[in-house]
């Protein structure tokens, strides 16, 4: 399967869609003066075409009430002045994968202007060779630092000690940013001076394997096209904050550089590499509310993402989805004990949760296999029964090995 992903401004006449004989559905982005209001996600038949009363058709189903709220804040919006943002760092850490990270450097050069230059860092973690550092040396504007220690929350915690901006930025290799992006975190920032840190939509850069189409399918890492603030409180959810995928994806995030020293960076012993590999974003961002502090969600601060193309990765993503929220549940638990009680819950609630989708995938009503749910439902288990305090220990032995 290979869905074609077509960007649509809404204050211009409609498309016509042709689809060739190797697209089997379509992915649409929806803005509406640039900026991104809706996804919509359909299968098609092969060289089908889609005339723009069809469009309108699909697109008032799935962004009608958006589209005219919109046009409401548009007409009460009072001009925001960015003149005090302040100086940005991004991060970029990455290892053994120069395409990539060449591609999202691109991005990042590209929306730089004369009055806001960025200063763009590269965490080369526990690099195997010099591609990386070539890479980055043949670039005008991109610093180069090499952190040796492996494990993502040490190449995190290095671009913290690293960089001189008050705001910071993590955007993953496999991303690139879109051309409103900063606009995006500068009208966050804008609008919520005491935020503390700042998440922003995910959408796919590529839709050319069943394995891409199925995960945005199940949501991907969508988090939707409202604005959203967090707080101590979040009506509705009794759980708040302990279930921290809501707030964003750790492949878009951004920090007041300030907090998170102040909160001790990030917790290396999540997001360890191939034992781990996962939960660090979801403890910081915890950490953050708990903290006091709000957090923000951008659907204008966006970026794309190359999803896992084949099957077996995208089950193993799941089994360490599973994995690494458990772990950070358990360590949750440890450190926090006033959550004590919600915490279990959330374990009570994730479970059924888990059981309840894995019932309705061997009965045809989901759109994951078996096959992946099982494996998020035992990467948490493992998750839940130890795997913290046995990455504590690994950790140990590599802040020796490289002291």
């Excluded at 806001?116 to 890479?135: C, F, G, Q």
């Excluded at 929350?153 to 930025?169: I, P, Y």
């Excluded at 759980?239 to 550089?257: D, E, Q, S, T, V």
């Amino acid at each position: 399967m290979s869905y074609s992903i077509i960007e649509i401004e809404l204050t211009q006449p409609l498309p016509t869609i042709s689809l060739s004989e190797s697209e089997t559905g379509i992915a649409l982005i929806l803005r509406r003066k640039d900026e991104p209001i809706g996804f919509l996600l359909q299968a098609q038949p092969a060289n089908s075409v889609l005339t723009p009363e069809n469009l309108a058709q699909l697109i008032a189903k799935e962004a009608g009430t958006k589209l005219l709220e919109e046009s409401i804040r548009d007409e009460l919006m009072v001009n925001t002045s960015f003149v005090q943002f302040p100086p940005l760092t991004v991060a970029i850490c990455t290892k053994d994968r120069p395409e990539n990270l060449a591609r999202c450097l691109q991005s990042l050069l590209k929306i730089q202007t004369p009055a806001l230059k960025l200063e763009i860092l590269v965490i080369d973690n526990a690099p195997s060779n010099e591609d990386t550092k070539e890479l980055v040396d043949s670039l005008q504007g991109v610093r180069y630092v090499r952190e040796p220690k492996p494990g993502l929350d040490f190449a995190r915690n290095c671009a913290l000690h690293s960089a001189t901006g008050e705001l910071l930025a993590f955007v993953d290799d496999d991303v690139i940013v879109d051309r409103k992006w900063l606009e995006g975190l500068m009208e966050a920032w804008a609008e919520n001076p005491d935020a503390a840190a700042f998440t922003g939509l995910v959408l796919p850069y590529e839709l050319v394997t069943d394995a891409q189409i199925l995960f945005e399918q199940r949501g991907g890492f969508r988090r939707g096209f409202d604005k959203i603030r967090y707080g101590q409180v979040l009506a509705g959810n009794p759980l708040h904050p302990c279930g921290a995928g809501i707030f964003g994806a750790g492949c878009n995030m951004a920090f007041r550089r300030e907090i998170l020293q102040k909160l001790g960076g990030f917790d290396e012993a999540l997001d360890t590499g191939a034992p781990l590999p996962g939960g660090g974003d979801l403890d910081i961002f915890y950490r953050v509310i708990r903290a006091g502090y709000p957090l923000v969600y951008e659907p204008k601060y966006l970026v794309f993402h190359q999803h896992r193309r084949e099957q077996e990765k995208l089950r193993r993503q799941y089994w360490t989805w599973g994995l690494g929220f458990m772990a950070f549940v358990a360590k949750s638990y440890q450190t926090d004990p006033p959550q004590r009680s919600q915490l279990r819950r959330l374990i009570w609630w994730w479970v059924k949760d888990q059981l309840q989708q894995l019932k309705n995938s061997l009965i045809g009503r989901h759109v994951l296999p078996p096959s992946m749910i099982s494996a998020e439902f035992w990467g948490g288990m493992v998750g839940l029964f130890g795997e913290y305090p046995r990455s504590l220990r690994r950790i140990e032995q590599i802040r020796r090995k490289f002291s």
